[in-house]
């Protein structure tokens, strides 16, 4: 009886392996949506003054809803106002110095569920905002 349910037992595994069962497969992240800026509004501003309650405005086009304005690098809380338009407020202490800061924008990506997919997040061309 002992070797039976050996017996048993090694072709029920020998069966489970052979069935072709495997983990789900994992489907890479397509191509984000790629931002592009045209202009900043300001692009320039005086060492040690506030942009004020309007901020940073940056047009272009293919913004997400979730878009980011990035600032050297370091997201900014950002309102969307449309697919060409974002809005954000630049720490005053980004603007104490004269020097110089890029503006990027960047698309998150999107979450493709349990097998992976989705997008990528894509950041746009850079612009260059002068502090005098």
Do not use: H
């Amino acid at each position: 009886m002992k070797l039976t349910k050996t017996i048993f037992l090694t072709l029920l595994l020998a069966l489970g392996s052979a069935c072709g069962y495997s983990a789900k497969k994992s489907t890479p992240p397509a191509v984000g949506t790629m931002p592009n800026i045209v202009s900043l509004v300001p692009n320039t501003t005086t060492a040690g003054t506030s942009l004020g309650p309007n901020g940073l405005m940056v047009t272009g086009a293919r913004f997400n809803s979730n878009a980011t304005i990035n600032w050297n690098g370091t997201a900014l809380p950002t309102a969307f106002v449309s697919g060409s338009q974002v809005t954000a407020t630049v720490p005053d202490a980004d603007l104490a110095t004269a020097g110089t800061a890029t503006v990027t924008v960047t698309n998150p990506g999107t979450s493709g569920g349990i097998y992976g997919g989705g997008t990528s997040p894509e950041t746009s061309n850079s612009m260059t905002f002068t502090i005098q």
